[in-house]
């Protein structure tokens, strides 16, 4: 099957420390994103990948670090320079054609609990 | 700055009957635009799209109006049935990276 998933489903962090959020696709997609959802409110981007190498920042991408050595895999770093980590946390990808918008692909989602 | 907001954060329709949900946007620029599904605990479907050149598209059940003269977008749903309930949400993309804006989401609940 292909698709995008996500892990692990639920991840408890301790205030301080670092937590790697991981997000892999089979869908030969050139673009992955993350996104950030907090309760009731719509999705605000972290962080894109177009090309393997290369990420640029979102919207709120203070707190957060991200890499693209391969073109499934894009793991999103929460550092503890995030002050408000607790969220679900979504992943992403698209096909990219030049001068063509494509759908998202979304992956199951992760639950960030700070304690 | 751009935004992409909703009319109506709750929507309540019984079960067989046709459901709107609304959306305004605020960026003239923006030529694409896309409606998600979410359930609870779920990362967000793929429902319909429309580029800025239609103004109306239809797909299995749903069906999206754009009308850029106000800058409104609309998403029906034709015989809301109890797995149409969710959280909708409208997105738009102004940028040449795929780049979407999402609004705050419209909880759609259907009762039998």
């Known amino acids: 099957d292909g698709g995008i998933t996500q892990s692990p489903k639920y991840l408890f962090r301790k205030e301080g420390q670092n937590v790697t959020l991981s997000c892999e696709q089979n869908?030969?997609?050139?673009?992955m994103y993350w996104y950030r959802q907090d309760p009731g409110q719509g999705l605000r981007l972290i962080y894109y990948s177009q090309i393997v190498n290369d990420f640029q920042k979102g919207d709120i991408a203070e707190g957060y670090s991200v890499s693209r050595e391969k073109k499934e895999s894009f793991p999103l770093t929460v550092t503890s320079a995030q002050k408000n980590p607790t969220a679900f946390y979504l992943c992403?990808?698209?096909?990219?054609?030049?001068?063509?918008?494509?759908?998202?692909?979304f992956g199951p989602g992760t639950r960030l609990t700070v304690l | 700055g751009e935004s992409v907001g909703l009319h109506l954060p709750t929507l309540s329709v019984q079960e067989g009957d046709n459901s709107i949900i609304n959306c305004a946007y605020s960026?003239?620029?923006?030529?694409?635009f896309i409606w998600y599904k979410q359930e609870s605990g779920k990362g967000p479907q793929f429902i319909i799209d429309i580029r800025s050149n239609m103004d109306k598209r239809q797909g299995q059940r749903v069906t999206v109006l754009l009308n850029k003269t106000v800058k409104h977008l609309s998403l029906q749903i034709a015989a809301t049935q109890p797995g149409d309930s969710a959280v909708y949400f409208c997105a738009e993309n102004t940028g040449g990276y795929n780049k979407l804006i999402f609004g705050a989401g419209t909880r759609l609940a259907v009762h039998p």
């Open positions: 869908l030969n997609h050139d673009a």
């Open positions: 992403a990808s698209s096909k990219l054609q030049g001068g063509s918008y494509n759908e998202q692909f």
């Open positions: 960026n003239s620029a923006s030529d694409y």
